[in-house]
Nanobody, 115 residues
Framework: QVQLVESGGGLVQPGGSLRLSCVAS????????MGWYRQAPGKQREQVAR???????SYLSSVKGRFSISRDNAKNTMYLQMDSLKPEDTAVYSCYMTILPQTYWGQGTQVTVSS
């Protein structure tokens, strides 16, 4: 069983930055992919960023150049650095980890971008 806990969300002004963290705990050895989804009220969930076990990353087109995904294996932690935030980035951000064939989810953290 794997548990994921996110932190780092909050209220930030447009143009500001936040760094989300996702700490993994439990019994696992390696993973296939990890990443972040977000869901805004009334909108479909969308994958924001993803990183594979081989460190290949990919991003939603609207966040490319502004968001950066990374991981610290020693700390079992994944990060999402979010810069130049826009009001349209407001959403609940959830991390996931895929250890085939299972995908595990965190509980989500609210990010609000507003002046």
């Amino acid at each position: 069983q794997v548990q994921l806990v996110e932190s780092g969300g909050g209220l930030v002004q447009p143009g500001g930055s936040l760094r989300l963290s996702c700490v993994a705990s439990g019994s696992f050895v390696g993973f296939y992919a990890m990443g972040w989804y977000r869901q805004a009220p009334g909108k479909q969930r969308e994958q924001v960023a993803r990183i594979t076990s081989g460190n290949t990353d990919s991003y939603l087109s609207s966040v490319k150049g502004r968001f950066s995904i990374s991981r610290d294996n020693a700390k079992n932690t994944m990060y999402l650095q979010m810069d130049s935030l826009k009001p349209e980035d407001t959403a609940v951000y959830s991390c996931y980890m895929t250890i085939l064939p299972q995908t595990y989810w965190g509980q989500g953290t609210q990010v609000t971008v507003s002046s």
